[in-house]
């Protein structure tokens, strides 16, 4: 759902700087800001511009991240969140809350609390699909229109994997 968002052509209009930083379990401050100043730049900047980056401090990157966002209309998508510190959460939102007014952070997130943590809206729980309906759309992408009858021993594992 974030990344229909994120791709579609009105948020082009909408906000001149999109960035797309997945964050998984690993939540360490300098990376995920790395993560940001790469996303926020322009993907034709050479290599040894972003060799320099990584080389930077942890204050000039806050500097430099400040510098990016300051004052320029921002959609930030933080794909795939796990980690629940609170403080390192507040770090962050600190260092991102310089950008335009309208400026929008999505999260995405399996964690209740990490949602009602980053949030001041609440926040939007898609419930999983059915065993039913996740059955369904596997064997549709795992075989041509009935051929699942030739293979019901692929069937059952088919059951097992949407299980999990």
């Known amino acids: 759902l974030a990344k229909l968002v994120f791709n579609d052509k009105r948020m082009d209009d909408l906000f001149p700087l999109k960035m797309w930083v ?7 401050i300098r990376q995920i800001i790395v993560k940001i100043i ?8 050479s290599v040894v511009h972003q060799e320099s980056i990584n080389n930077l ?9 400040r510098h990016k966002l300051s004052y320029q209309k921002f ?7 796990w980690n629940e510190d609170r403080s390192k ?3 962050l939102k600190d260092l991102i809350k ?6 929008k952070i999505i999260v ?18 898609l419930e999983g699909l059915s065993a039913e309906n996740c ?15 030739e293979h019901p021993n692929l069937v059952e594992i088919g059951k097992e994997i949407v299980k999990k």
């Open 22 to 28: 997945c964050i998984s379990d690993d939540f360490d």
């Open 38 to 45: 790469n996303s926020a730049s322009d993907p034709s900047i």
């Open 57 to 65: 401090d942890i204050e000039q990157l806050q500097s430099r991240l």
């Open 75 to 81: 959609l930030l998508v933080l794909d795939d969140v």
């Open 89 to 91: 959460w507040i770090e």
């Open 98 to 103: 310089v950008g335009a007014s309208g400026s």
């Open 108 to 125: 995405t997130t399996r964690s209740h609390s990490i949602a009602s943590m980053m949030g001041t809206v609440p926040s939007y729980v």
């Open 135 to 149: 059955l369904s759309l596997f064997l549709k992408w795992a075989f041509r229109e009935g051929e699942e009858k």
